[in-house]
């Protein structure tokens, strides 16, 4: 069997489920605060979650951009770490059966990636993928992450739980996209759950995006998740964040802006009014957000 005709993946187990719940939460694409990638490290010890599943990296990854880590001991190399991509099964508070697709997006073969993905999905009785990223957003660290979601037309019902980025606006994509579409297509209820992370704390850790992150995971899916740790860890990170720009009129008077626009749009799912970014300036800071300009 040549290598493209072997499977995409390696079965660690069979995996029996009930219903599961797919959470998806792939590094690579725009991670705002590290609002998903935290959310996940919180969410998989608090399930138990363990491998069932494993993708094939040399097919998949360029060990070039993701390179492996070299374990070295006094001068002698003792073993290498590999980038993985991988599923991981667990149980809510309350036992019910969630999946997770961890690890690195792939940098080929995005369509037979995605085929494996629903195939698998769909043999273990998926019922619902929710994905989870973070963006950075013209809001302040003084109110509460809220979250807007995307979905293909199969599952549009699902946005009115989360609410929208409001207009229209172009993009790049992740891979997130395409097995949105492609869960779509399948028949299988998917939504993409994404913090606003306000944009001058987007390069730092913000927990308060991953809290929201875990809480709109469980409004969305019925499950029962835990967010009291990360809610902890957010309240130390907004006294931070403030003794960071107290000494900042600059800052302060931006902030302050921030709050009086979210304020006066309540009820208004983006959160913005005024003169605040437009959509096709918004998608502008993100392309230059993907590039590495944080400032």
């Known amino acids: 069997m040549s290598a493209d005709e072997r499977p995409l993946y390696d079965l660690h187990e069979e995996g029996r489920f009930d219903r599961p719940v797919l959470v998806v939460g792939l590094e690579g694409w725009v991670d705002a605060g590290l609002g998903a990638s935290n959310a996940l490290a919180s969410l998989l010890p608090a399930t138990s979650a363990r491998p069932i599943a494993t993708f094939d990296g040399d097919r998949l990854l360029d060990q070039r951009a993701r390179r492996p880590i070299a374990h070295i001991v006094n001068g002698v190399t003792t073993d290498l770490t590999w980038p993985l ?17 961890l690890g690195a997006e792939p940098d080929f073969h995005w369509r037979g990636f995605v085929d494996a993905v629903v195939s698998l999905a769909a043999g273990w009785g998926v019922r619902m993928v929710v994905v989870l990223g973070a963006f950075p957003a013209p809001a302040p660290h003084t109110r509460p992450v ?31 996209a395409a097995l949105e579409l492609a869960f779509g297509s399948a028949g299988i ?40 740790s990360l809610r902890a860890a957010a309240d130390s990170s907004r006294q931070e964040v403030d003794e960071l720009i107290a000494g900042n009129p600059e800052h302060l008077a931006m902030v302050a ?22 959509g096709d300036e918004i998608a502008a800071d993100f392309e230059r957000y993907l590039r590495g300009e944080h400032d």
């Open 146 to 176: 809220r979250l807007a979601a995307t979905a293909p037309p199969s599952s549009a019902e699902l946005l009115g739980r989360i609410g929208v980025v409001q207009g229209e606006m172009e993009v790049p994509a992740g891979i997130h």
């Open 189 to 228: 209820e998917v939504i993409s759950l994404w913090a606003r992370v306000p944009h001058y704390v987007a390069a730092m850790p913000f927990p308060e995006a991953s809290a929201a992150l875990v809480e709109g995971l469980a409004l969305v899916s019925g499950l029962n998740l835990d967010s009291s």
């Open 257 to 278: 802006k921030l709050e009086q626009a979210v304020d006066a749009a309540e009820g208004n799912v983006f959160g913005v009014a005024g003169d605040l970014p437009t």
């Open 85 to 101: 991509t991988q599923v991981h099964a667990g149980h809510d508070l309350a036992g019910a059966d969630i999946l997770y697709l």
